[in-house]
T-cell receptor, first 112, second 112 residues
Framework: EADIYQTPRYLVIGTGKKITLECSQT?????MYWYQQDPGMELHLIHY???????EKGDLSSESTVSRIRTEHFPLTLESARPSHTSQYLC???????????FGPGTRLLVL | GQQLNQSPQSMFIQEGEDVSMNCTSS?????WLWYKQDPGEGPVLLIA?????ELTSNGRLTAQFGITRKDSFLNISASIPSDVGIYFC????????????FGQGTRLTINP
């Protein structure tokens, strides 16, 4: 059973607001990932991290930013939300010695 | 970059029927993973495959790592209503790759 948490689960916010989506894992995993997924569609990698103080951009360009100050915490920030950011955001993590990524429950974001 | 072609895109079946879906690629993969995603949730790992030719079961689910390393299939026997969801394949392109490649998903609908 994976112990990876995301908050909030649902967020409705107005255009121009700054938001931070939280992701935490208690498994001590070094590698963490953020994916963007429209309902029922494929997953797009937007950010990942090898470990503390390491962040990389993913395959899909995103206006969001991430930070990794602690192993267990990998927050994603949107400085100015827009309706085009409406989507589901999934966080995942894995240990270095395994290929298997474990996913959090996701945050569904609606920007009005 | 490497791509995975997952088929079928959607399936509509009767409860009790068997289900088969697959992922193919023009490139070889080192590891294959199969996930299931319920609406509004994150993907959950079903089966992981690590060696060409490997056949692994998890209850009514069976998955195989193709002998050419370019494909994998997932079978579900005697489907039940809780099997409804979207199934994703994912592959690790090479040993040590930091990112997974995901298929587009197969949406399974079951008529009771």
């Amino acid at each position: 059973e994976a112990d990876i948490y995301q908050t909030p689960r649902y967020l409705v916010i107005g255009t121009g607001k700054k938001i931070t989506l939280e992701c935490s894992q208690t498994m001590g995993h070094d590698k963490m990932y953020w994916y963007q997924q429209d309902p029922g569609m494929e997953l797009h990698l937007i950010h990942y991290s090898y470990g503390v103080n390491s962040t990389e951009k993913g395959d899909l360009s995103s206006e969001s930013t991430v930070s990794r100050i602690r192993t267990e915490h990998f927050p994603l920030t949107l400085e100015s939300a827009r309706p085009s950011h409406t989507s589901q955001y999934l966080c995942a993590s894995r240990k270095t010695s395994s290929e298997t990524q474990y996913f959090g429950p996701g945050t569904r974001l609606l920007v009005l | 970059g490497q791509q995975l072609n997952q088929s079928p895109q959607s399936m509509f079946i009767q409860e009790g029927e068997d289900v088969s879906m697959n992922c193919t690629s023009s490139s070889i993969f080192n590891t294959w993973l199969w996930y299931k995603q319920d609406p509004g949730e994150g993907p959950v790992l079903l089966i992981a495959l690590y060696k060409a030719g490997e056949l692994t079961s998890n209850g009514r689910l069976t998955a195989q790592f193709g002998i050419t390393r370019k494909d994998s299939f997932l079978n579900i026997s005697a489907s039940i209503p809780s099997d409804v969801g979207i199934y994703f394949c994912a592959g690790q392109p090479f040993q040590g790759a930091q990112k997974l490649v995901f298929g587009q998903g197969t949406r399974l609908t079951i008529n009771p």
